[in-house]
């Protein structure tokens, strides 16, 4: 895609707020983590949620992927409470929770890691 059509959907200022949020998200799971992995993005598709997807991915595929390549542990952020409950059950470790502010929006940051190990 071209980068002109592309600000047809966000001006160029919007997406470097964007960009701005994210960084600043990611970094407060790296200034209070202690891993050595980090999850840019996970996603269950539609029509598969509901069905243990994203629980088998966090509580054991990852750990495993993770160690078995010599990882300690794995670190990602979410902005969604619903997320994070979801992160608090299948066993991840919150490390902060705080407010990301963009423009005059608050966008609220749960930053947290889990133990690799194998299965």
């Not at 966000?10 to 998200?25: G, K, M, N, Q, Y």
């Not at 509901?50 to 542990?73: C, E, F, I, N, T």
Request: hydrophobic content about 40%; charged content about 30%.
């Amino acid at each position: 895609m071209e980068a002109t059509s592309f600000f047809r959907y966000a001006s160029p200022r919007l997406v470097a707020d964007f960009l701005d949020v994210t960084d600043r998200s990611d970094q407060i799971a790296i200034d209070n983590g202690d891993f050595d992995w980090y999850l840019e993005v996970l996603s269950v598709d539609a029509s598969m949620r509901g069905r243990g997807v994203g629980r088998w991915l966090v509580s054991q595929v990852l750990p495993d992927y993770v160690a078995k390549r010599g990882g300690r542990a794995y670190g990602f952020v979410t902005s969604t409470e619903k997320n994070a409950r979801f992160y608090l059950n299948g066993g991840c470790e919150l490390l902060d929770r705080v407010d990301v502010h963009m423009r005059e929006e608050t966008c609220p940051i749960w930053a947290f890691q889990r133990r690799a190990e194998l299965l």
